[in-house]
């Protein structure tokens, strides 16, 4: 079972930025696919956005131009830049890994935009 520690998360008013990271248990470079979902009071866990070491990223289209997820191995961490970030982001972010068809996840940090 891949423990995953996540930290980053507070509260920042509309426009601002924060940043989350994710540090895994496991080498990162051996997890197929990294990212980030978010969820709000009642709602699933949602997409983020998603990448794995081969640059390809899937991201939500309400965070792209906004929103960038990064990976740096000498660190074995994985990053969520948020910019402009806006009352809509608010919700608990969770950092999730999957390998060999298995997912795990993060215990989830609070991020709240106020206007």
């Known amino acids: 079972q891949v423990q995953l520690v996540e930290s980053g998360g507070g509260e920042v008013q509309s426009g601002g930025s924060l940043t989350l990271s994710c540090t895994p248990s496991g080498p990162l470079r051996n997890f197929d696919v990294v990212g980030w979902y978010r969820q709000t009071a009642g709602t699933q866990r949602d997409l983020v956005v998603i990448?794995?070491?081969?640059?390809?990223?899937n991201a939500a289209e309400s965070v792209k131009g906004r929103f960038t997820i990064s990976l740096d191995d000498s660190m074995n961490t994985f990053y969520l830049q948020m910019n402009n970030l806006k009352p809509e982001d608010t919700g608990v972010y969770y950092c999730n890994v999957e390998q060999w068809g298995y997912t795990s996840w993060g215990q989830g940090t609070q991020v709240t935009v106020s206007s």
């Open positions: 990448t794995n070491h081969a640059g390809v990223t």
